[in-house]
């Protein structure tokens, strides 16, 4: 198993569970993907990037059960805001949208009337042919585009967004939105008590006992097929500070054999993975559509502050004025007192690949988002920061167009042994979580398919 995100975790235990043995290798020194948690000190860990569950998380959900710890996640009411024009604005129920001052009250009601007929939708086909941008400028109207829906994609996606396939956002507002009754009156939001990282040790302990292992910062630096199987030639330590091209780790001496490999990384990674050879016997039009995969990347400052800045969990900024698209204020939906009394908030942001952000230090990205911050808060100062931490992913969010179904690459490789399952082929949903539960399962189940699956050995 290449990556021990959630997929390739999920994908080991399934395979574990049925006799096979199972060494999962992982590029950073820590479980979870982008999910991965950091050590803030005080026995404090938190996201590195801000993640919660849905109602509607049922893989995930399923998941905590199996693994003995029902009652580790706990669902909490949320509150979200819309920051434009300089001012807050709550968004968290219809009425709040009735409220919403920056649209005209005739766009509030399009807006509604079509959200509400989105849900009533149950297939995603109908909007696979057309951008966002087109379906809601016909069914929500101009207003509701230029100052809502385009900015935010515009955040999200930067000069792709006029070209975002209308798929995209209806799995946003409906498959999270599934629900009926009582908890369709209020939107709660999931957490686990003790950080994502219980989940992940979990799902590590039932590989191991199982005889396998799962190797943190020992990143896969080359991988080569022969007569008898896949030879994984492994990264030395420390290489995730080279980033995340494996062609620039040193090898260690001698490679690892295993009869079959599930790789778990991003579409570039994986291509730069594979040997002159096996990269030959790959087909043409699979390598096509993996190469194809297009990313913004996740820039997500992580500060640690003495008050609040916000009485919301999650803000979503949309003043073009602003350097960054979110405030996600952790400890306003977590309450401090489980922190030792300690603040959380990420500044969130997705920037193309070549953006000068990246090149910052995590000061510098501060002192450059400053300005924006107080305009959030008039009162906010560089003294109420206690801490910060610095992420960057720039595989982050999965760039779907329209026609993305049939660029899509495979689970299966076309090579026997070989299968990759990535964010990328997660849909028509978005990534998350809970479907990185679902992505490990079906990877687990297309390699059990391929004909020929022998049980692994190391």
Known sequence: MIGAGVAGLTAAHRLSEIGHVCDVYERWPGLGGQAATVDAGGGVRIERYYHHLFMTDRHIQALYRELGLPDELEWRPSTVAMFTDGRTHPFTTPVD??????????????????????????????????????????????????KVWGPLLRAKFGERADA??????????????????????????????????????????????????????????????????????????????????????????????????????????????????????????????????????????????????????????????????????????IEPERYGGRRFAYVANYVGPDDELLELEPDELLTAYEPGLRRLNPGFSRDWVRERWLFREPHAQPIVTIGYRDRMPALDTGIPGLVLANTTQIYPEDRGTNYSVRLGWDAAATLLSQPGTARARR
């Open 97 to 146: 949208l009735l409220r919403y001052r920056p649209l005209s009250l005739r766009s509030r009601l399009r807006m509604g009337a079509a959200v509400v007929m989105l849900q009533r939708r149950h297939r995603v086909e109908p909007f696979e042919l057309i951008t966002a941008r087109a379906w809601i400028q016909r069914f929500m109207g101009r207003e509701v585009w230029d």
């Open 164 to 333: 975002i396939a209308m798929a995209w956002l209806w799995s946003k507002l409906t498959l999270r939105r599934e629900l009926k009754g009582s908890d369709a009156r209020q939107e709660l939001l999931g957490y686990p008590r003790s950080s994502f990282e219980t989940i992940f040790a979990a799902l590590a302990r039932v590989i191991e006992d199982a005889g396998g292992r799962v190797l943190m910062d020992r990143p896969v630096a080359r991988l080569e097929r022969d007569a008898d199987g896949f030879r994984v030639h492994a990264g030395a330590p420390q290489s995730f500070r080279r980033g995340h091209d494996p062609r620039t780790y040193d090898e260690l001496e001698e490679p690892d054999h295993y009869d079959a490999v599930v790789a778990t990384v991003p579409s570039e990674v994986f291509m730069q993975l594979l040997d002159e050879r096996l990269a030959a016997r790959m087909r043409a039009d699979y390598k096509r559509r993996v190469r194809a995969s297009e990313y913004h990347t996740a820039l997500c400052l992580v500060l640690e502050l003495e008050r609040p800045m916000t009485r919301y969990y999650w803000t979503n900024v949309i003043d073009p004025e602003l350097p960054f698209c979110g405030l996600v204020e952790h400890t306003n939906f």
